[in-house]
Structures are given as C-alpha cells and as structure tokens.
C-alpha cells in the first residue's frame, strides 16, 4: 500500500510510531496529484507550500507536539480562500484572485497539522451537482463504467475524486444542498456536512449564507470524526458561528446504537426511485437494525416542498452575495470599448466571468426577490423551510436519533448527459440532501454498496443539531456492517 | 422637574398660489454618522480626512468571504440617540440587504434596517421662538452602513473609488410628515444636532457630511393636513417629492420653498406632480429630477444572511439610560426656573452642553441673570467675534465668576468690570489680584470721594449756581468728579454726596 492510500488515521499513527514522515506522506501525494492530470481535480498546485508545512509538521511531531491532522496532507476546494494562493471559487470573474487572508477553516487545519497540497477544482461558486460547471472545465470520476467519463458529482467533485483516487488523504467541501454528500456518494467516500453554525464561514466564497456549511470529505467514518474536529471553531468573526465547545468526535464512535431510534422518513421514498436504491435504503436500514438500533418509520410531511424552497432561497441570497464581483476591485474586468461607461463595464465582466448556471440562478435569485414577487416566492419559501425544519424537530422530539435515507437518486451519471436537459433535472440530485441544509442539520453519506455497473451507492444519515459525534457513531455502525472497501481500478 | 417648558403650537406657513393658499407638509430623513471610532460592521478607522482608502478593512472592501460583526458600540450608541428622542428601544431588531449596483459600494448591497428597526416611536420638540414649539413625531431609527466616494474629476477617463467612508454607521432617523414650512424644517434639524450632539452619539458635523437629509415635501389645500392626522390617509395630502442629500440649514429652507412653490405652480396650472428624487442646485436655486419612476431601483430587500437577529437586554438598555446626561429641553427650563432666565436667554445658554456647563459655573452661588447677560454679551460677543469656540475661551468660568464677585462686593463698577474682562481676555490672570495690583478697586472711601467734590464744587461757582436752580443739572458735578477720580468712584456715593453739598435734599 502507498502512503498516499492512507486513512487519517492509519497515517497518525504511523507518523506518531516514526514508521514515516509526513514528509514521505506529503512526496507520496505529489506524486499521486502529478501522475493524475486526467482526473482534472487539483487546479492549483501548492507543493512548495505543502513540504514546508510537512517539514514543520515533522519537527512538531519530533517534539512531541502532534496535534490531530499533524502531517496529514489534504486538499482544499478552490472555494476557501488561502492566503497567496489562487482561490477563485472555479470561476473566471476571479482569475489571478490571491486573498490577503486566510478561512478560518483552513487555517484552523494548518494550526493541527495539517500539510495543503493545493486547490481542488469545483463547480463555479458551487453551483452545480456535476463538477461542470467550472472554469477549469469539469472534473473526471476516477469510478469508470466501461469507457464513459463519469461525473464525480458536485458541487465538492475535485475534492471527492481526489480522496476517491488516494491524490490526498483527505479534502475539505462545501455543502449548500448536498455538495458534499452527493459527491461523496459518488465517489464511494465519507462526507459530513455539519450543523448550520458548527463550522466558521469566514473566508469561504459565499454562495447562500444561510445554508453554507464546510465540511470534510475522507476515506473513512473516523476520519470525518478527526478532520470535523480540526475544522470546526466557535469563530466571532462568523455572527452565525455557534459558540459551542467542540467535543471529541473520535470518542464518540463507540460502535454501540443499540436502543437507538432510526427513522425511515416515508416521503423520501419518491416515485420512480430505482430499485436499486430502494434496495441498499432497506439493506442500510438492516444493518443498523442488526447492530440494535430500531427501526421506525416516521413522517416529514413538507419534504416535497424543499426542492423548490431551496431553489428560490439558494439563488435568492447567490444574486445577492456575487453582486460583489463587478470588476471594480479585483478578479476578472472586461476590457471596455469606446464611450462604455460604468453599467457597460458591469454588463460586460459580469457577462464574461460568470458562466451559464452562476447567470441562471443570479437571475433566478434577482427575480424572487424583485418588487411583486418577493412575497409569492422568498417570503414563501422562508415559511416552507420553518416547516420542514417543524417537521424534523417533531421527529427528533418524539425521540428519533437519526434519519436513514438515500444520499442520491442514482449513482454518478456520464459526464455532458445532462447537457441538453432542463436544468430543474440536475436540481433533482438535491432530492434527497436539500432539506438538511434548510433545516440546519448535520447529514453524513457513507459509502454502503455498488450497483449493478460496478459504481459506488451511499446512503444519508441525518442527525440532531450539534449531535454530529452521536451521527457519526451512527454512520460508522453503517460504514463497519456495510464492510465498503471497493476502490476504482486506476485508469488516469 | 418639568423636562420641557410650556409651549404652543405655531401656525403652518402658507404659501398665497395665483389661485389659492397652500399649505406644506414636510417630512425628513435624516442620516446621522454615529460617533464612533469604527466602522459598523468592521475594526477599520472612522478618521475623517485620512488618505483615500486607508481606512479599509477586507469586509469594507467586500473581498470574497469576509462577514460582517456588528460593532457594539454603535449599537449602544443607536440606543443613546433613541432614550434621547423618547423612543421606543426595540430589543429585538434585524439588519435588511438593499441591493444595487455602484462601484461606490463594494458589496452590491447596503446593509441597513428596513423591517425592523432598532428604534421605534419618538419625538423632538422643535423650538419655534419663546413659548412656541412643533412637537415632530419620529416613526423610527435605524442603523445602517454609509457607502464610499466615486472621484469623476481626477482623470478624463476614470472614476476612483474612495472607500474610506464605507461601511461608517448611520442613524437613519425618520421623522412622521409633522413639519409644516421651511423654518420649521431647518429648526428640526438643528434641534435634533443639538440633541444627537448633547448625546455624544453624533458629532452633527454638517460639512464633512456626517449630517445630512432627504425632505420630503407635499402641498395642500388650508385644513386638509388636520383630515390627514384625523384619520392617517395619506390621500388628503399631496404627491410629495423627495429632495436627496441636503448639508445645509440654509439650503434646506431654499430647497423646500422652491419645490412646494413649483408643485403649488404645476397644481394650480392643472397638473399633477409626479412623485419622483429631486436634488437642489443651489447655484440655480432650484430643484431638478434626479431619476423617474421607470428608473427607480428595485432595492430587492431581503433579511441579511450572515447576521443573526439582533437580541439586545433590557438591562443593558436600562444602563445606558442610567448614564443619560440632561438634554436640551430639560436643561432650558432648569434654566429658566433656577436662574430665573428668559426662555430666550435660556435657550442661547443651553443651544450647546459645553457652553450651559460654563454657564453654570460662572452662575453657581452667584446672580443668575446676571451671570447669564455676562456670558451671553460679554463673552459669546467676543468669542463669536473672533470665531472661538467656548473650550477655546480664554476667560475660564472662574475667571468670569471672579469678575462677577467683584461687582458684587461693590470693588468695581460695571465699567471698570468690562476693562477688566478685556486684561483677563488679553492677559489672564486672577481678577482679584489684577483689581488690587492696578488700583481698579472703586473707591467707597467718603473721604476722598468729599475731596473730589468740594474741589469740583469750588471750582466752578457758576455750574454750582445753576444746578441749585435746576437740581437736573447735579449730574454735570457726579461726572466730573467720576471723571477726576478715573472711573473708580462709586456712582451712588458720589450722587448722593454731590446732592448733599449742593443742599438738594435728601
């Protein structure tokens, strides 16, 4: 096995042992990223960052002083902003973009430890479920069916085939309605996106302020535990950031939910819902059932009213978070011809640097919002989230200590098949993530099984607000029973 | 205490049209700097005058990912300002994204409070002269971020953006349509810089633009505004108009005159104003269209995301009333029940906190009126006359009080007292001490005064004559001897005395 192959774990361990370096870690990823162009998923490359990050990494573990992520090395979506490094949210309207500062996610893992690699592709402002909306051009499933290039999902897709194909030990995503989990289940990885507030948005690209959440995408159920840990901080430069201690994710995962209360929600069972799908739902739902959890099927009446809400609220707030990119500071300006004035200048950078989906959903978002239409639409689908976060609340209140759902609809689909389909067909990959992110809770996707073609299927744990450690326990319960070791057979 | 004196209401100005009478009404929007040494959202600089995009933090610049963090100070400060205008403090409140594009404003959106105000229902009393005065209703305060500077002259191709402005707290303070001419109009926005600045909470600079308001002016017919308060329909009033970003007391007062005059002249003539921006040219003396209706921004408010509703204590509200220091209106009537002072004279002593402290200082254990003619005459005359400011003053309160207690003691006259004011303006020092060292001192000393007289009296038998025919005529010999003695002779005693000798009686 390659040192890049490693969990989080296996490589604290060893680092901790002296059975390597994470110098010889970090070397070992470089040469993984080097070797895996086709992949398209790192799109800028930090190598010289990363062996002096290793190096101190390694004095640091020499001393003693080996936090959880020391020496890990690990990928970071081009949506968080890392100070002297491009970070351009995959979109052209940010080209040659290198912030003055740093997330504070990324820079909560540098204090534990841990070694950047370089940026990870994504979809433009993470609007998308299929990594093609980039600038960078989308990135490339390392799980193959035949000859078809596969979608790792989106909007996290570089950071999920990077972990899928051992380019890094682990990544960091971003979830706004599932661009965590949806990838992850795409790539047959662990993702979590945590509790709305767990997590410090300060220094990632908005896309919807209010659904935003940052999370780690890894090889395995422990690792999310340690990485979620490292990322996560009460942050007073966030006001949405919840001061809360950070407890010991790792601890949590115990292995025993017997008592437990999983909840199968009735109306995720949609129509046309694959067989297949169905199937891994019930064998999910087996396995927790099996390890002494009981299993009770219970009621999220507003579920069919998420998609839409989301789909006015998301693009409401985008409109207004990406109105900042006019040309005016920094980033992409268009270059003006003779007579063109300000508005000219707007039209024109804007029209230039925003592609065809970050266009729609401003638009979407600029006519919600706009004079008339304001009520019939946002302030409606405000009141639709309070009732699909009632809805949840209700369960968890009459005792239910997670929900047990499909992460997607389907496995990942052929790169450019959506091309030509009405946009609203690609929202439908949110079907089963959406509502997770309108209520504010944690939701985890583990991998549990292939389908017929061979392509990885993951299954969505939801927890209780700011119960990640006890969802976690859930998910590693599913991750041991489900004994998901497939890996893609390498062809970049 | 009363906290504001007794008033009644004035009349509404009315303007005579070639037809008929009309009647303004006048609302006002007026935005007020927060006196604070950051920003609202942001650590960065207030400074006025530093180089242009200084004072910048990466929020104020709306670099990608920076949040908003409310300053807690400027909240504190929002609160201070609405105790102050008696209003209702709102514990919970919500900041509002307004959304348009300006390359003035970085972030695409302002951040403001349109649904829910920090500060709700309050007043101002308007001082219209002694014992008349507007109560102006206020309908609600909020904070929000003021926008940078867009530079058009320094390039004949280029704009420049100076952010140093951005992101700076204001008050919006909104007042109901309670104003009824012109005056009326400018006397509401100095009564409430005088408050805002009695409170700390605005330094009321109006040049620098840290004060600064939209009217609003309607027109209509005698007896229609009192139906509009009657029943709260806004349709008996006119279409108002809204004149943008007024600096300027004088301005304001032109401004409002010539647009209730041009909607008075489109009415009259059969049209219809249209509700529309204006802005005043005051080069031209008139208003102009700023952008129609088919131009109006659709502001597309929404609830900011990135900041959580604003929950403030009662507690915490109460401490800050607990530091409130006496305003305006209380102060004045102190004044005039204390001091036994005009409501005038009370209300020049009090137009600033810093001059009403010196008041009371000169006043504390003396004559009140006397104090106050003092530093109203004496004083402000020449600090105004030289253009100073009272912490500028080179007379101290002590120094004033001293002067007084002189008079008071009979060592000087009032002249001499004027002579004496002008060495402590000129020279400083300790009045007393000026008085002794310079033999000022009045002379009470009969003695000298009975020599001054027989010598005056010897000397001129002819006048002595004359004034035993014609007892008016005595003051001709208390001149002279004031005259011989330089001044300090006390009038009364040389009088009395000079009546004595010429047998005049009693």
Same mark, same amino acid.
């Given at each position: ?27 070992? *990823? ?39 992520? *020391? ?9 968080? *902003? ?51 909306t980039a600038c960078y051009g989308p990135v490339v ?20 085939a990077a972990v899928a194909a051992d380019l890094c ?30 997590? +410090? ?168 919002? +706009? ?122 | ?93 919500? @900041?509002?994204?307004?959304?348009? @594009? ?47 500077? +867009? ?7 280029? +704009? ?49 633009g840290n004060l600064r308001c939209d009217v609003n ?23 108002? *108009? ?8 004088? @301005? ?255």
């Amino acid at each position: 096995m390659s040192l890049n192959e490693l969990t989080i774990s296996a490589a604290r361990d060893a680092l901790r042992k002296g059975d390597t370096t994470a110098v010889e870690l970090t070397e070992a *990823c470089l040469g993984a990223i080097e070797g895996a162009g086709a992949l398209n998923a790192f799109v800028h490359h930090t190598p010289e960052i990363a062996l002096e990050q290793a190096r101190g990494a390694d004095a640091r573990i020499k001393a003693g002083d080996a936090p959880a992520m *020391c020496g890990i090395p690990v990928g970071i979506k081009d949506l968080f *902003c890392t100070r002297g490094v491009a970070s351009q949210a995959a979109s052209r309207i940010l080209e040659g973009f290198r912030p003055e500062y740093e997330s504070t996610v990324t820079q909560n893992l540098w204090d534990a430890g841990a070694v950047m690699l370089g940026k990870l592709n994504m979809d433009e402002f993470a609007m998308g479920s299929s990594n093609e909306t980039a600038c960078y051009g989308p990135v490339v499933n390392p799980w193959k069916v035949d000859d078809r290039r596969l979608t790792p999902g989106g909007s996290s897709g570089g950071s999920a085939a990077a972990v899928a194909a051992d380019l890094c030990l682990a990544a960091t995503g971003t979830d706004t309605g599932g661009s965590i989990r949806q990838p992850a289940a795409f790539a047959g990885i662990v993702g979590i996106k945590p509790t709305y507030g767990r997590v +410090s948005r300060w220094g990632v690209v908005a896309f919807a302020s209010s659904l935003d959440q940052a999370g780690p995408m890894t090889k395995s159920v422990r690792d999310a535990a340690i990485m979620l840990g490292a990322m996560a901080s009460h942050d007073p430069k966030d006001s949405t950031s919840a001061d809360l201690p950070v407890p010991d994710f790792e601890a949590a995962l115990t292995g025993d939910i017997r008592g437990k209360k999983i909840g199968i929600p009735r109306e995720y069972r949609m129509e046309g819902m694959p067989a297949e799908i169905e199937a891994l739902w019930h064998k999910g739902a087996e396995m927790l059932k099996d390890a002494g959890a009981e299993i009770v099927e219970i009621s999220l009446p507003h579920t069919k009213y998420a998609l839409p809400a989301y789909y006015v609220i998301a693009p409401a707030e985008a409109s207004s978070n990406l109105a900042r990119y006019d040309g005016v500071r920094y980033g992409h300006r268009a270059r003006l011809g003779q007579g063109d004035g300000i508005t000219e200048m707007y039209e024109k950078t804007r029209a230039e640097g925003f592609g065809p989906e970050v266009q729609r959903r401003i638009m979407i978002g600029t006519y919600v919002l +706009s004079a008339g239409f304001y009520d019939a639409y946002y302030n409606r689908a405000r009141k639709v989230r309070a009732l699909i976060k009632r809805d949840f609340d209700t369960v968890f209140a009459a005792g239910i200590d997670a929900i047990l759902t499909p992460a997607t609809p389907s496995s990942a689909f052929g790169l450019g098949e959506m091309a030509n389909a009405d946009p609203v067909e690609m929202y439908l990959n949110d079907v089963f993530t959406v509502t997770v992110n309108l209520a504010g809770l944690p939701g985890v996707s583990v991998p549990v099984g292939l389908d017929a073609r061979g392509l990885p299927l993951g299954l969505q744990l939801i927890g209780r607000p700011w119960a990640e450690g006890d969802l976690l326990n859930h998910a590693h319960v599913l991750e041991q029973a489900a004994g998901f070791v497939a890996k893609p057979a390498r062809w970049w | 205490m009363l906290d504001h004196l007794a008033y009644r209401t004035p009349e509404p100005k009315v303007i005579a049209g070639a037809k008929a009478d009309w009647e303004l009404v006048i609302g006002l929007e007026v935005h007020a700097q927060v006196a604070s040494n950051a920003k609202l959202f942001s650590g960065a600089s207030t400074t006025f005058g530093s180089e242009p995009n200084a004072n910048v933090a990466f929020v104020d610049a709306a670099m990608p990912g920076m949040l908003p963090v409310i300053n807690e100070f400027c909240v504190a400060q929002a609160v201070r300002t609405g105790l102050g205008l008696k209003a209702q403090i709102n514990l919970t409140s919500a @900041f509002d994204r307004k959304n348009y @594009f300006y390359p003035d404003l970085p972030q695409g959106y302002q951040i403001s409070q349109l649904y829910h105000p920090i500060v709700g229902e309050g007043e101002i009393i308007v001082d219209m002269g002694p014992g008349i005065a507007r109560r102006v209703r206020i309908e609600r305060i909020h904070l929000e971020q003021d926008a940078g500077k +867009s530079i058009h002259d320094m390039d004949p191709n280029m +704009s420049f953006v100076d952010l140093n402005r951005t992101g700076v707290a204001l008050m919006e303070i909104v007042s109901r349509p309670d104003i009824r001419g012109p005056e009326e109009a400018a006397a509401y926005v100095g009564k409430l810089r005088q408050i805002l600045r009695y409170l700390g909470t605005c330094d009321g600079n109006m040049q620098n633009g840290n004060l600064r308001c939209d009217v609003n002016v309607s027109i209509c017919r005698p007896g229609a505004y009192e139906k509009f308060i009657e029943t709260g329909d806004f349709s008996y009033l006119g279409i108002r *108009c809204e004149i943008k970003n007024m600096n300027s007391m004088r @301005f304001i007062q032109q401004a409002i005159d010539y647009e209730a005059r041009r909607q008075i002249a489109i009415v009259e003539d059969g049209g219809a104003v249209v509700q529309e921006t204006r802005l005043y040219d005051p080069d031209r003396g008139e208003t102009r269209s700023m952008r129609s209706k088919e131009e109006a921004h659709d502001y597309r408010y929404f609830p900011c995301p990135d900041l959580l509703p604003l929950e403030i204590e009662q507690a915490w509200v109460d401490d800050i009333a607990a530091t409130m220091p006496e305003l305006p209106d209380a102060k004045k009537a102190r004044f005039v029940a204390d001091f036994g002072l005009t409501e005038y004279d009370a209300g020049v002593l009090t137009a600033e906190a810093e001059n009403a402290a010196f008041f009371e200082a000169v006043a504390a254990g003396r004559d009140g009126k006397q104090a106050a003619n003092w530093v109203i005459n004496e004083l402000f005359g020449r600090l105004n006359k030289q253009g100073l400011a009272i912490a500028d003053s080179p007379v101290s309160a002590a120094q004033l009080g001293g002067v007084l207690d002189l008079i008071g003691a009979g060592e000087i006259s009032g002249k001499i007292a004027k002579d004496l004011f002008e060495i402590l303006w000129t020279e400083g020092g300790d009045p007393a001490q000026i008085v002794e060292a310079r033999g000022m001192k009045q002379v009470t000393d009969t003695g000298a005064i009975e020599t001054a007289v027989d010598a005056i009296i010897a000397a001129n038998p002819a006048q002595v004559e004359k004034a035993r025919a014609n007892p008016k005529l005595a003051g001709w010999f208390t001149g002279q001897v004031l005259k011989a003695t330089g001044g300090k002779a006390n009038p009364a005693v040389v009088n009395e005395m000079v009546a004595r000798k010429l047998g005049l009686g009693e």
